[in-house]
Structures are given as structure tokens and as C-alpha cells.
């Protein structure tokens, strides 16, 4: 993955869609975890990625590995199983909760060291930012969502990595990525598989 994430097929991620919704489905159950058959390489292959999950418009959980430490499909369905229930800022997602979840899945490209925050492209690259052992990580889809600027952008990641929201004047390290996301908005209960 050369700087960018893996290009996946409809086919690929509606695999890994089917992979969320079953992760979150048997966490939120109390089910022990099934691990999913997948024999496509690109499937196979290391790759960072995050799970967000909302209901009805609001984040339920947001988690992700930021380095490739996993098969892709295993890290989609470990964060999806983490985001329903281990995001420290919400409460776990219920079973009633689940027809109405709406599941992303984000691909995420190596990070790469920015020296100049003019390079930041809105909408399409992440941040992530660094400095004296904290770090914080936005996706690209977060700022063009919320319609933030450059700096505005930067300033809200220092404050997510708990810095001064400043920090990226400051010397924090400003490392920036791409992803692939994409979500089927089929409710997490149906599709049983």
C-alpha cells in the first residue's frame, strides 16, 4: 500500500461491511466472536482501518488501528466489535440499538510527516498529530462534515491528542493520510448471516 489505501472492490467491501455488522452483532449479544472465512488477498493483507459507528445521526463509537498490525478484515471486525462497546465515550450499544446503526468502514493509507500545514487538503486527507506522548487522529470525512477549515481542522485534532489546540504551531508533529470509506446503510440486524 504505497501511499494510498488499497483499492477494494464492491465485492471487497461488502465483505467487509458483512464483517462489521457481524463483529457488532455478536458483541452486542453477549456471542463469541466468529472469524470470517475470507480468502481475498487484498482481505488478507495488513492494513490499518477504523469502524465508526451512529445511530439515527449520532457517533456511537469510532475505533481503528492506525498501523497496519492486522489482516484487514480482522482489524474491521475487531473495531467494529470495539466501537459498539469499548469507545470510552460512549455506552455500550443495546440490542434495540441495533436496527437503527449505520456502519462506515475507513481504509486508511500509511500516515505521511507533513512540514507544511498548506499541504493539508480538506476532504481528502486525516490528521494526525503528535507531541510529548499524545497523539490524536481525525478522518478526512470528519472536517468536511462539520465544514471546518485548515485550521480549524488542525486545532480540533491537538485538542482530541488532549493538546493545546495550538500545539500544531507548536511543534506537534503533523502526519497526514487518505482512506477509502464507504457504508451500505443496512441496518446491522438484518443480513443475518
Known sequence: MNGAPPLLSEGQRAALLATARRAIRDRVRGAPPRSDRLEDPVLKAFAAAFVTITCEGELRGCIGYVEPVKPLAEAVAHCAASAATADPRFPPVT?????????????????????????????????FISQAGRHGLLLPQVASEFGWDRETFLRQTCL??????DAWRRGAA??????????????????EA
Open 160 to 165: 482530541k491528542a488532549g493538546l493545546p489546540g
Open 95 to 127: 440490542p434495540d440499538e441495533l436496527p437503527r446503526l449505520r456502519v462506515e468502514v475507513s481504509v486508511l493509507s500509511p500516515l505521511r510527516p507533513v512540514a507544511d500545514p498548506q499541504e493539508i487538503r480538506i476532504g481528502t486527507h486525516g490528521l
Open 174 to 191: 503533523i502526519q497526514v493520510f487518505t482512506v477509502d470509506h464507504f457504508t451500505d446503510d443496512v441496518p446491522v440486524e438484518s443480513r
